[in-house]
C-alpha cells in the first residue's frame, strides 16, 4: 500500500513537471509569438503613416491644381464658383418604371438574346 | 533470514557439562544481536545523509548556478506581458478640421561617424563629400583623422538613396541611427500656423521632436503626450479655404505691386480661424533662420496677420459708430457735423472729399468721412471709446494659439488726449494686428458676442460669451456695412449671392524716423458675409499696394483690397458650402458633380 502510494507520488510529480513545462514553453512560444506579431505591427505603422504622408503629399491642393490644369482638355476642371449650386428641385427625377408583364410559366433563359 | 536462536541448545548443554552458566551464553548471544543492528542501522543513516548531502548540493549548486547565471546575463524585461494598448512614443499628427494630415512623422536615417573604427579616415570623408557636397571637406577629413573625436554626427536627415549610397562605401565607421522627422506634406500653405519643428535632446537611436513656433511649439507638450495615443490635433483650418486664400491673397499681391499681405478669414460665431495666410511665407520642412538684420516684419518668418501692428485705418470708424448706437446717442438716420476741415487746437482733420455740412450716421460710414467719426468721438468721449475698444479685445494680445500672436501687444497712445480720441476713431493713432480687427468685426457682427479666436476646431458655439454691443446694434451696423459695399467706397467687393458687407480702411505707413509716408500705405477690408447671416469674417490687407487704373495711381483699399476680398469672397465661399442667396442660382449653367 505504501509503495503503491510512492508510485502514485512519483507519477504525479512527473506529470505536474510535465504540465508545467509544457505551460512554461506555450507560455515563450506565445510571448515570442506576441513580440513578434508587436513589431509587425510596429513596421505596419511605420508603413501607414509613410503611406499617409504620401498621400497628404501627392494630395496636396497645389498639385490637384496643377494636375487639374494640366488636364483641363479632358477633365474641365475649373475653380468651384456660386454658379455650381444646384437645388435637388431641379434635377430630374428619373423615369418612374413601367409596369412589367407578369410571368407565371417557366420560360427558356437560354440564348434569349437570339445570338451566337 | 537466518535466526540464530539467543539460547542455542548445543551450546547450553555442552556448558552445563562444564558446570558453566548457560545465561552468559545467552548474553553473548544478544549482544552479537545488538551489535549487527546497530551496524545496520548506522549504514541505513549513513545513506539518508548521503542522499540529503546529494540533494542539498544539487539545490545550493542549482540556486549558485542561477545567481551566476543572472549576475552574468545583460538585465532584460520580462516580455511575457502583452500590452494590449500600446503606447506610441512618437508626436501626434496635425490635421486640419477634415482631417487633411497637415503635419505627420516620417522615419529616416541620420548619419553618424566613429572615426576609431575607421579603416581609412581620409578616404571616407573624401567619398562622404560626394555624396553630400554641402558638407565642407577640410573639416571633415580633420575630424576624421584628428584621433580626438570618437563620435560625430555627419547628416542629422538622410534620404534612402543617400543612405544606400554611403552603405556602398563599406566604410564600418560610419552608421546609422533611426530618425523620426516632421513632415509638413502642404509645404508653404499653413507655414505660419504650423510653425516647423526641429530636434531636441539627441540620442544614436532617436531625437526628439520639438517644436520651434506656431502651433507646432504652443501645444508642443500636447503634441508629445503619450497619452494622446495617436489621436491628432484637430485645427479649425480648412485646407481647401487656405489653399484657395494664399492663391487668390499671392495673385492679387502681384496684381496690386503690394510687397506683403494678410488675409484671416474667421467664423463670426465660433471665432474658429478657418485660414490665415501672411505672404511672403517660408516651406515649414526647411524653416529659415531668423534674420540678423534689416526689419524682422520683412522676414517671410514674420506673421503679418497675427504679429503685425498696423494702423488699420478707417476700419475702425465701425466702433465709433457701434458706441453711438449702442449709447444711444444717435440713430443711423442721426444727422452729424461733416463740415471739412475740423479745427481742434493747432490741428486741422480734413475729409478726402468735402461731403458738405451733414450726413447721416449710415453715410458716415458708407462715404467714410473722417470728420463726422472725429465729432461722434469727441461727443461719445474718451472714456466711452476705452470701453469699447477695451471690450473688443483691442487692449491686450489676441489670445490665440500662437506665441508670435499672444506676445504682440496692440500700441496704444501713452497719453489719451482729445486729438488721440479723435485720430483713433479713425484708426490712426491705435496699432493692433488683423487678428485683433478679425475678432472686433466678428464680435460686433454677430449680434454683439465677444468671440474668442482660436486655431483648434471647437464643438458648436461657446456658452456664456459677454455681450459687448446689442443684436439691435449689431443689425444697424450690419447694414451699414453692407451700404458701404452697396453704393460706398467698397463697391468693387460685391459678390452675387453673397450680400458682401465691410469697411475699407487706408492707413499711411509711419516712417522708423517719426512721421508718415506720403505714398506707402496700408490697404485693408474688413469684411463680413452674407450680410443678413454672417457666417464669415475676412480681414484682408496689403503692404503698400499700387494700381494704375483710369490714367491715376491709385493705393486706397477701394481700389486694392477690395477687389482681392472680392475674388476671395467669390472662390471661398463656395468652398466653405456657403449657398449664394436665391437671386444666383437663376442663373445656373450646370450642378456640381460628385458630393
Redesign the interface.
Known sequence: MKNFLYLLCCALVVGMAYWAYTENYRTQATAKRVQKLQQAIASEREEISVLKAEWAYLNRPERLRELADLNFETLGLIPLSSQHFGDTNLVAFPPRPTNLEIVNEPISVQNSEGVE | MKRTPLRPLASVISARSKGENPDRIEARERAKRNQAMMTRQRKRAENRLMIMGVAFFFAFGAIGARMGMLAATEPAEP??I??TS?ILNQRADIVDRNG??LA????TQSLYAQPPLMIDPAKAAKDLIKIFPDLDEKRLTRDFTGGKRKFLWVKRKISPEQRQAVHDLGEPGLLFGPREMR?Y???N?AAHILGGAGFGKEGVQAAEIVGVAGIEKYHDKLLRDPAMNGAPLQLSID??AQ??TR?VLSGGMKIMGAKGASAVLMDVNTGEIVSMVSLPDFDPNDRPRPAVDGDPSDSPLFNRAAQGVYELGSTFKLFAAATHLEKGLATPDTLINTESPMRVGKFRIRDFHNYGKTLSLTDVIVKSSNVGTARMALEAGAGAQQQMLSDLGFFEPVDVELGSATQTRPILPKRWSDISTMTISYGHGIAATPLHLATAYASITNGGYRVKPTLIKQRGVAKDRPQVISEKTSAQLRYMLRQVVAKGTASLGE????EVAGKTGTADKPKPSGGYYEDRVIATFATVFPASNPKYVLILSLDEPEIFVHGEKRRTAGWTAVPVAAELI??V???LDL??AVA??D??????AGN
Do not use: D, K, W
Open positions: 516580455n511575457a502583452a500590452s500600446q487633411t494630415v505627420t512623422n516620417l522615419t513632415l506634406p502642404n509645404g500653405l485646407l481647401t489653399a484657395t492663391r459678390v452675387e449671392g453673397y467669390s472662390r465661399a463656395p468652398v449657398r449664394p444666383a442660382i442663373q445656373i449653367t450646370y450642378t456640381s
